[in-house]
């Protein structure tokens, strides 16, 4: 009788789920479900074969033991009916799997045994089992899912290996894998680095650029901060000419190694202050070995654990200014969940601490609380940490605590020793050995960190490449030893010193020598951040002078304004600085990256006096008027020594006086708020910069209006021969740069008080494009008015008159309102239908008729004060008045480069059949609807009319370009002017951003 052999059975697990039975000829496909499940289960088991109580457990979880050995028993039968005897091996205990069963899941894992990471790419063709379950089987969902993780992890690391290797020739092949892992691991950053990195070392920029955008949307979703790396990377990346895609892999970044007995016992701490006890940490070490570092290892660690985390640093150039600290620390903790039940009291002394916290507490009383300035603060602070402790656990990282000003070390010192045992705070202060740093109680452990022994130094530099054995490792070693003394901040700029000079460099994931580099090795030469700092270009040491010299995260655009370059010159020798990890990017604002750093810099410099002048120049012409801006322009004058920029301090001190309404005298906002000590002779430069009226407090004022009111205001100004005039002076205004911010002061004491009545000066027009817009009468409050609304509806010159009823009158000099300065709107990054989109790269490719779901990302700047400033969009492939358009929402304005993000996931948008290029337009103005936007109708008009030749869409596909390089066009918008006569054209700008819809045939 002739043997029949058992047809051949194939699991097909990865990336789709199936049942493949016979040969490739007469292949056979059967439906998945629990056969399958069953089959893939024993094929992973130990020896194939699983007890039957085990598989009754796995896969009928929802039914009782008899029931569920029934169904086994049935599904046993089912599948040796159907397959064949030989699939299945059963007795009374045990089912195994028969050896005519071959899976894909199994020859992965020969692979994975293997370590044949090109195999390994090759066999894996998805998630396993990935979109696969069924009702009642939860215990084999949850094995599943493990097994999908372990699986993926082997993918991903095997195919990082293969693209690395094949950095150095890289194809379309190696991007697409890439793509893969990415893919597989979107919540990786470093999968995201991966295809990046990949894509610009094989010149694919327009897809650099679409998935850098895709990744900033991602974390924008998320909520999430980027990584250091993946920062680094994507300003490397932002312009080509940065920096060459080679040297994107090529960073000396080693891990963190050699404190690991540290991180556990901070860990611990933190698990101790979960359970409700209040924790201080003390971490102690010279500069350079690491602080720093780990409390950016651990704010990581616990944030990835859904701690809440905040982090707070003391910076060098705000020693000297009191309270500088303690306002920062206030300000972070105000904004928390649970931060406005604190007592009014301590409210109202939080706001006289930071001032920006009005927000959060807005009605209440600053002044007029007692005891001594420290007790308040000290209480306040109190109050607020066990505010934002009360219900949620906190971790408060303090950084570089021996920066911190004396006023605010004591209040921190006094505020955390109240804070109650079982607050659930953690508290780690970073600092110096050689400094005070607040005790807060006897129960606070300290945490000494020292520096790399020499096999972690070894495994640190293991980190970034392999170390060859070769003879001249060794005395590579020793001398980074010897030389850097075991500070990880020393040994990567040791290390970057040798790779500058060509001695060092890394090939195929290995640390090379060049010929005849042993006397280099033997002789280090000076210290390695000199030599770094004194080979840089000109512009970039410059430019890492002022940085140093501003001792606190300052903007690209004030260093820029201090280095007198443009505000890309200056971001390209940041971005250069950047890669050479000499400055960090904190937020929006720039730093150096460590204390040593700064100290290298500000010796390498020349004058530093002179820096400290350009860098108080540039706070007082480009900074927004804030209580921060004082204190870092007053502190830079301070150290300059020039009376010039200690007055215009102080008349900045005064202006934001007056934007507050701070009754006080302005020395003492000087040495209250601002934190300059009152018997610093700079103060009475700053004051004296003030007219001697301004300086007085409001009591003072009062009083002397009182006794000139008793002398008479006619004889005293016939007695002194004061006739009112007007002067003109030209501010910007913080809330509202885009235009000209005229104040108009009326000189003459006796005619101060005479004018100082409702709607007292007017202001018009004599030359210039446009309109003004905004109110254009004020009254005189204490001889100034300030047209703080007053804008204009186009670039050009202008010239203004302002006039006082039966008064003097005065023409202004020529304002010019530049290029930029009207209403813009620009794309900054989005999806449509799954693909993303920049402004860079503003086209998205979809089939015919796809549901353009998703978002696009606008920044937008507005001059107006009108009370309805619509944004709208409108697509091109149907026009007129049943054009395909909506209503996004109004904008608040004035603006200067806000932000905003238009979903149309609820718009329910199409794309067009027609294959082509079609437009989405996005359109601000000042109108109260879409209609009147998009058929560029005024609202003084009446109802929109359509087809008249002026229509938005067309008329901006038509200029498309300028649209994009410019932000905005001037259109002929139907409107009511004087100029142009009823219901006629007139040249009005309209901020537009596009985004193109390319359809492409399937």
């Known amino acids: 009788m002739t043997e029949i052999t058992p047809p051949a059975v194939r699991l097909v697990t990865l990336g789709i789920a199936a049942i493949q039975v016979g040969d490739a000829s007469t292949r056979e496909i059967l439906d998945a479900g629990k056969t399958l499940a069953l089959l893939a289960y ?239 940490v003390r971490l102690r070490g010279v500069a350079g070995v690491g602080k720093s570092r780990l409390l950016e290892e651990l704010r990581a660690r616990l944030r990835a654990r859904g701690a809440r985390v905040i982090t707070v640093r003391a910076f060098p150039g705000e020693r000297e200014v009191s309270w500088s600290f303690l306002a920062e620390l ?32 807005p009605a209440v009383q600053v002044r007029g609380a007692t005891g001594s300035e420290t007790f308040r603060r000290t209480r306040a602070l109190h109050s607020l940490v066990d505010a934002v402790t009360q219900d949620t656990p906190l971790v408060l990282l303090m950084d570089d605590m021996h920066w911190c000003d004396d006023a605010s070390g004591r209040a921190v ?48 530099i293991e980190s970034i490449a392999r170390l060859p054995d070769e003879p001249w490792c060794p005395v590579l070693l020793d001398s980074l030893y010897a030389s850097t003394r075991g ?61 140093a010299a501003a001792g606190a995260p300052s903007s690209a655009l004030v260093l820029a304004t201090a280095l007198r370059v443009g505000a890309r010159e200056c971001e390209r020798h940041l971005d250069a600085l950047l890669g050479m990890g000499l400055v960090q990017s904190i937020e929006s604002d720039w730093d150096v990256a460590h204390d040593l750093i700064a100290e290298a810099a500000i010796r390498d410099a020349d004058d530093v006096r002179r820096l400290h002048h350009d860098l108080a120049d540039a706070f007082l012409t480009r900074s927004e008027l804030s209580l921060h801006a004082v204190r870092r322009a007053a502190a830079h004058a301070r150290a300059c020594a020039d009376d010039g920029l200690l007055r215009r301090v102080g008349r900045m001190a005064e202006h934001l006086q007056r934007k507050q309404g701070d009754p006080r005298s302005v020395r003492r906002f000087l040495t209250e708020d601002a934190g300059l000590d009152p018997g610093d002779s700079v103060v009475g430069s700053m004051v004296r910069g003030v007219p001697w009226y301004r300086r007085q407090s409001a009591w003072t004022r009062r009083v002397l209006a009182a006794s000139i009111a008793l002398v008479g205001f006619g004889g005293l100004a016939g007695a002194l021969r004061w006739q009112p005039s007007l002067a003109l002076v030209v501010e910007p205004l ?197 209609d009147r936007i998009l058929s560029s109708t005024n609202w003084e008009v009446g109802p929109a009319v359509w087809d008249d030749g002026n229509d938005l869409v067309p008329a901006v596909i038509s200029k498309i370009e300028e649209a994009r390089q410019q932000g905005y066009v001037t259109l002929p918008v139907l409107r009511n002017t004087r100029e142009h006569g009823p219901r006629s054209p007139a040249p009005t700008p309209v901020g537009v951003a596009v985004v193109t819809v390319r359809v492409i045939k399937p």
Not at 333 to 340: I, V
Not at 502 to 519: C, F, P, Q, T
Not at 758 to 786: C, H, N, W, Y
């Open 330 to 361: 206030v300000g972070t903790l105000g904004r928390l969940p649970g931060a406005a039940g604190v007592d009014p009291g301590a409210a109202a002394e939080l706001v006289a601490i930071e001032p920006a916290l009005t927000a959060q507490y």
């Open 413 to 460: 010192n006094n505020a955390l020793q109240r804070v109650s045992m079982s607050a659930r705070l953690f508290l780690v202060m970073a600092s110096r050995p050689t400094t005070g740093i607040p005790a807060v109680d006897g129960q606070a452990s300290t945490l000494e960190l020292g520096g790399l022994t020499r096999s972690a130094m070894e495994a640190a």
């Open 42 to 280: 024993l094929d992973s088991a130990r020896e194939r074969r699983a007890d039957r109580d085990e598989l009754v457990d796995l896969l009928w979880s929802d039914k009782e033991n008899s029931r569920g050995r029934n169904s086994l028993r049935q599904l046993i039968y089912s599948i040796r009916r159907r397959l064949g005897e030989g699939v299945l091996l059963v007795d009374e205990r045990e089912v195994a799997l028969g050896a005519s069963v071959t899976s894909d899941r199994r020859a992965l894992e020969e692979a994975i045994d293997n370590r044949d990471h090109d195999a390994i790419v090759a066999r894996y063709a998805g998630g396993f089992l990935q979109e696969f379950a069924m009702p009642g089987a939860r215990r084999f969902e949850e094995w599943a899912e493990l097994e999908r993780q372990r699986l993926r992890r082997a993918f991903v690391h095997a195919a990082e290996v293969v693209v690395r290797r094949a950095a150095s020739v890289p194809d379309r092949g190696v991007v697409a894998l890439a793509r893969r892992v990415r893919d597989e691991t979107p919540e990786r950053e470093s999968s995201w680095r991966l295809l990046l990195e990949a894509m610009a070392l094989a010149g694919d920029w327009l897809g650099v650029e679409l998935e850098r955008a895709a990744l900033l949307a991602h974390l924008a979703d998320s909520a999430s901060e980027p990584e250091s790396a993946t920062t680094l990377l994507l300003r490397r990346l932002q312009r080509p000419d940065v920096a060459a895609p080679a040297e994107v892999t090529g960073s000396i970044h080693p891990e963190l190694v050699g404190r690991e007995s540290e991180f556990a016992r901070l860990l611990a701490s933190w698990q101790r202050s979960r359970a409700g006890h209040r924790t201080v």
């Open 734 to 930: 913080p809330t509202n740069p885009l235009t000209p911010a005229p104040v108009v002061e009326l000189r003459g004491l006796a005619a101060r008080a005479g004018w100082a009545r409702p709607e007292s000066i007017t202001v018009q027009r004599l030359s210039g494009p446009g309109m003004l817009s905004g109110p254009t009468s004020r009254k005189f409050i204490d001889g100034r008015a300030q047209f703080s609304e007053l804008g204009v509806t186009e670039p050009g010159a202008y010239v203004l008159r302002f006039s006082v009823p039966g008064g003097p009158s005065l023409d202004s000099d020529t304002l010019r309102v530049e290029e930029g300065w009207g209403p813009t709107l620009r794309l900054a990054t989005g999806r449509l239908a799954g693909r993303a989109f920049s402004a860079d790269v503003p086209v998205v490719e979809v089939e015919p008729g796809a549901l353009l779901t998703g978002s696009i990302g606008v920044t937008y700047r507005a001059p107006w004060t009108a009370a309805s400033v619509m944004l709208c969009a409108g697509a091109s492939w149907n026009e007129g008045p049943l054009s395909v358009r909506w209503t996004v929402f109004p904008l608040v304005t004035p603006a200067m480069d806000l932000e905003r993000r238009v979903s149309l996931d609820s718009a329910g948008l199409h794309a067009p059949e027609t294959p082509g290029e079609h437009h989405i337009v996005l359109a601000m103005n000042a109108e109260p609807d879409c």
């Open 487 to 547: 500070s990880p901040l020393e040994l990567v700029t040791r290390l970057r010193d040798l790779v500058d000079r060509k001695v060092l460099s890394v090939e195929a994931e290995n640390w090379r020598l060049r010929e005849g580099g042993l006397d280099a090795l033997a002789h280090p030469g000076g210290p390695a951040l000199d030599l770094i700092i004194a080979r840089l270009p000109v512009p970039e040491r410059r430019c890492l002078h002022l940085v």
